[in-house]
């Protein structure tokens, strides 16, 4: 079964718009949640993180937003810049010492 | 050194034969994990050691994978009579202390079983 869960296998959005990229999660035990973003040819790198005891966790454009009651997370990009089209994945952990749980991914492509 | 460094990049083999793969963590890094991604799917966990402690092989898909760590330094993951169903890019990443939020990743080896 699939504990993290990113519905939206790619996503498309125009320079200078707002890119909000969805997870989904099962397991009530994870209260550490991390995206990570891939380029091509490359291991994916640590984006942004979240505590469960918060909701909201902002750098810079990048902003996370965690609903514990609806297991459900996003990653909103503003403004998004063509540099940021790459595989975004999210991933989950139980108590900081599991291995991460990571979604499929999301490929965001932004247009200029 | 300064990342975490895997080799061969790219490895092509025959199905059938054994492939081992390597991964070099950052200095100082005790924890170490084991991912790959297959064509169109997420990151699937494999192994996790945590220094001396005993490995978490909890993610091995069969018994023809396995892997070990030197030292507490390097890993060498095998993988014995390959399938085609084997290939995929397989990721090292290290942390310390075993924290999830300080994973990074190497560059990952792209293996094709042919």
């Known amino acids: 079964d699939q504990q993290v869960k990113q519905n939206s296998p790619s996503l498309s959005v125009q320079e200078g718009r707002i890119s909000i990229l969805n997870c989904d999660y099962t397991?009530?035990?994870?209260?550490?949640f991390l995206w990570y973003k891939k380029y091509p040819a490359e291991g994916p790198t640590f984006l942004i993180s979240?505590?469960?005891?918060?909701d909201k966790n902002e750098d810079g454009r990048f902003t996370v937003f965690l609903n514990k009651s609806a297991k459900h997370l996003s990653l909103h990009i503003v403004p998004s810049q063509p540099g940021d089209s790459a595989v975004y994945f999210c991933a989950a952990s139980n108590s900081g010492n599991t291995p991460l749980v990571f979604g499929k991914g999301t490929r965001l492509s932004v247009i200029a | 050194g300064a990342g975490v460094s895997q080799s061969p990049s790219n490895k092509v083999t025959e199905k059938g034969k054994d492939v081992e793969l390597r991964c070099d963590p950052i200095?100082?890094?005790?924890?170490l994990y084991w991912y790959r991604q297959s064509l169109g799917q997420g990151l699937e966990f494999l192994i996790y050691f945590q220094g001396n402690s005993a490995p978490d092989k909890s993610g091995l898909p069969s018994d023809r994978f396995s892997a070990e760590r030197t030292g507490g330094s390097v890993s060498t993951l095998t993988i014995q009579r390959t399938q085609q169903e084997d290939s995929a890019v397989y990721l090292c990443?290290?942390?310390?202390?075993?924290?999830?939020?300080?994973?990074?990743f190497g560059s990952g080896t792209r293996l094709t079983v042919v």
């Open positions: 979240i505590s469960s005891i918060k």
């Open positions: 990443a290290s942390s310390q202390e075993g924290r999830s939020y300080g994973y990074t």
């Open positions: 397991n009530s035990m994870f209260d550490y």
């Open positions: 200095s100082g890094h005790t924890a």
